[in-house]
């Protein structure tokens, strides 16, 4: 349950990539606790072999996008070019939705960002290159309230 669980809420997944990424570099880790009190372990490093369904994987793959398009500065670039939410963080919410109402974010798929302009946006792939064209998201919506019921 790592992925459903309260590590992975909106609220605390920032929070968890942050740990896990102090344990991968293997920094000391430091631990709190009211009956042990404080303890801080040196030497230890952490490695994850996570396996997910294809769903949920792509999920991620979509969620990741969507921080990397603001994190490297292309949702403000995308939106000062006149692009709207769910043309940058859109997502059809079932497997029967139209893929094509996907926003660039799940569209981008784990592909590096190349350039962007008002009505299209370049990514790399293997072999070359692969053009998202601007369109209408009928259908999407926004990634984080996708499972809301909205």
């Known amino acids: 349950m790592f992925v459903g669980g309260v590590g992975m809420s909106k609220e605390n997944v920032l929070k968890s990539a942050a740990g896990f990424s102090h344990l991968w570099d293997g920094a000391p880790v430091k631990r709190l606790r009211s009956l042990d ?67 660039l974010a799940v569209w981008l798929n784990g592909r590096e960002l190349l350039a962007m302009t008002a009505d299209y946006a370049v990514a790399a792939q293997p072999g070359g290159w692969a053009y998202f064209n601007r369109r209408q998201s009928s259908g999407a919506v926004l990634l984080w309230a996708l499972g809301r019921g909205r």
């Open 37 to 103: 009190g404080a303890t801080v372990l040196f030497g230890r490093r952490v490695s994850l072999h996570l396996m997910l369904q294809p769903e949920a994987a792509a999920r991620w793959l979509a969620v990741a996008g969507a921080v990397r398009l603001a994190d490297e500065g292309w949702a403000a670039k995308a939106l000062a070019l006149g692009w709207d939410e769910l043309e940058l963080f859109g997502a059809v919410p079932d497997a029967d939705g139209d893929p094509a109402g996907d926003g």
